[in-house]
């Protein structure tokens, strides 16, 4: 199995950025396909992300407070 980078995705019609309030995993965590990874909070809602697949995770690209494309 390959490594597999997930983006942001659309969280809303016309929204191009969001604010990293919570991640609900952690490095070497185990997570099956929509197991919620983080929250991200728009200037209309906080929105939860799923896992598009199932794996682990290796690494975390952004820290709590850090807004993400």
């Known amino acids: 199995m390959g490594e ?3 983006k942001l995705p659309d ?5 191009a950025e969001a604010e990293l309030v919570e991640w609900h995993v ?14 991200v909070m728009t200037d209309k809602a906080t929105v939860e992300i799923p896992s598009p697949v199932d794996g682990e995770i290796l690494w975390l690209g ?6 993400v494309a």
């Open 26 to 39: 952690k490095v070497g965590d185990l997570v099956r396909e929509d197991a919620v990874l983080a929250a």
């Open 4 to 6: 597999h980078v997930i």
């Open 11 to 15: 969280v809303g019609e016309g929204v």
């Open 62 to 67: 952004a820290e709590i407070g850090d807004t």
